[in-house]
């Protein structure tokens, strides 16, 4: 299997702040990068896509590319308790999405 | 349908039975993927499907675990004389695009059928 590592945390940040989840990945083929996020007894859903090096922003959410490094990351500002969560990081090579293990945010009201 | 179905939702087996895992898949999509997510981790591959056609198998365990499409929408994934070891959350996923060297199609998943092997 290709490997996508996260930090597993948990992550635990104030409400307002900014939240970092950090991923790298192995293959350097991969061209598509995706951030789901699963709440706790709920299914996967996607909440941001990438593949250009760069800053992608969508609302709260910005997601950061760079194959050099094999990195992507997400960042979620100003977090609200709703966004909770185990956000897992995937990578898409072929026709085959692999996933991290996830990593798990808490927001402090 | 409106969004990807699984049956059963919960299934108890007794070791050494065999299960079959339904999913069907969003109406028109081309993918249909499996995948085996244990508590706490991420979603791990276990095989796809383009139309009918399995594409990859790489991530089934072992041979007691088989997947099919027949028509090219619903999906079984079987695991014959289960183990305990098989308990796991069972995934599946669909996405409307195929066929390109890099899919950039979104995955749609179903609520899951927990198994648990006693």
């Known amino acids: 299997q290709k490997e996508v590592e996260q930090n597993s945390g948990p992550l635990s940040v104030p409400e307002g702040a900014i939240a970092s989840l950090n991923c790298t990945y192995s293959d350097r083929v991969s061209q598509s990068f995706f951030w789901y996020r699963q709440y706790s007894g709920k299914s996967p859903e996607l909440i941001m896509s990438?593949?250009?090096?760069g800053d992608k922003e969508d609302g709260r959410f910005t997601a950061q590319l760079n194959k050099a490094s094999q990195y992507v990351s997400l960042l979620i500002r100003d977090s609200q308790p709703s966004d909770s969560a185990t956000y897992l990081c995937a990578m898409n090579t072929g026709n085959q999405f692999y996933f991290g293990t996830g990593t798990s945010l808490t927001v402090i009201p | 349908g409106a969004g990807v179905s699984q049956s059963p939702r919960y299934k108890v087996t007794k070791r050494g039975q065999d299960v079959a895992l339904r999913c069907d898949p969003i109406s028109g999509h081309v993918s249909l993927y499996w995948y085996r997510q244990a508590l706490g981790q991420g979603p791990e591959f276990l095989t796809y499907f383009n139309y009918e056609a399995q594409q990859d198998k790489s991530g089934l365990p072992n041979d007691r675990f088989s997947a099919e499409r027949p028509e090219g929408s619903i999906s079984t994934l079987t695991i014959q004389r289960t183990e305990q070891r098989d308990s796991a959350m069972y995934r599946c996923?669909?996405?409307?695009?195929?066929?390109?060297?890099?899919?950039?199609?979104?995955?749609?998943f179903g609520e899951g059928s927990r198994l648990t092997v006693l």
């Open positions: 990438i593949y250009s090096n």
């Open positions: 996923a669909s996405s409307a695009t195929s066929g390109t060297p890099t899919n950039t199609g979104e995955l749609f």
